[in-house]
T-cell receptor, first 108, second 111 residues
Framework: GIQVEQSPPDLILQEGANSTLRCNFSDSVNNLQWFHQNPWGQLINLFYIPSGTKQNGRLSATTVATERYSLLYISSSQTTDSGVYFCAASNSGYALNFGKGTSLLVTP | DVKVTQSSRYLVKRTGEKVFLECVQDMDHENMFWYRQDPGLGLRLIYFSYDVKMKEKGDIPEGYSVSREKKERFSLILESASTNQTSMYLC??????????FGPGTRLTVT
């Protein structure tokens, strides 16, 4: 299956800072998603983005499919943004392969 | 909003017991999945189903089985629970253009 690598593994930010999380994948994809796992373990779907750019409030994502990477931008970070961000990809149309995640801590 | 519910938030079972984890989604999604999440290992796919009565093995199916008798319900069965099946179990459903939606998870402890 597709290999998904995320960087950085850990990130500490002060409230108000911006950040960029990266996801590299090993093959062409027809499905790429970003998730946020909150401290209670709930995985929240952020973006379905196999190609192109999307924005939702302070979050945006860009996938460059030809170069096999995706970026998640968090602007003006808040303490509630803390948690683990996962990138997941697939080229089968069904199940996703997950990266190991980026653990983000936003401090007041 | 898509809603995926799981039967239990926390579960404690004894070694050798048969364990049923239930998952229900309310959005008529074709695809449903069971993952387990362990520290250092990330999320790993156990089984998935792309239609009623259809199932496919994921990366770690050993020791598990699944059942999908109705479109909205996908059950994970631990035939004889073992301590190495202590984990967080996450159910998900998907409709590709909209994405994949996860339930709140079941934290299972096998003693």
């Amino acid at each position: 299956g597709i290999q998904v690598e995320q960087s950085p593994p850990d990130l500490i930010l002060q409230e108000g800072a911006n950040s960029t999380l990266r996801c590299n994948f090993s093959d062409s994809v027809n499905n790429l998603q970003w998730f946020h796992q909150n401290p209670w373990g709930q995985l929240i779907n952020l973006f379905y983005i196999p190609s192109g750019t999307k924005q939702n409030g302070r979050l945006s994502a860009t996938t460059v499919a030809t170069e096999r990477y995706s970026l998640l931008y968090i602007s003006s970070s808040q303490t509630t943004d803390s948690g683990v961000y996962f990138c997941a990809a697939s080229n089968s149309g069904y199940a996703l392969n997950f990266g190991k995640g980026t653990s983000l801590l936003v401090t007041p | 909003d898509v809603k995926v519910t799981q039967s239990s938030r926390y579960l404690v079972k004894r070694t050798g017991e048969k364990v049923f984890l239930e998952c229900v989604q309310d959005m008529d999604h074709e695809n449903m999945f069971w993952y387990r999440q362990d520290p250092g290992l990330g999320l790993r796919l156990i089984y998935f189903s792309y239609d009623v009565k259809m199932k496919e093995k994921g990366d770690i199916p050993e020791g598990y089985s699944v059942s999908r008798e109705k479109k909205e319900r996908f059950s994970l069965i631990l035939e004889s629970a073992s301590t190495n099946q202590t984990s967080m179990y996450l159910c998900a459903s998907s409709f590709p253009p909209l994405g994949t939606y996860f339930g709140p998870g079941t934290r299972l402890t096998v003693t």
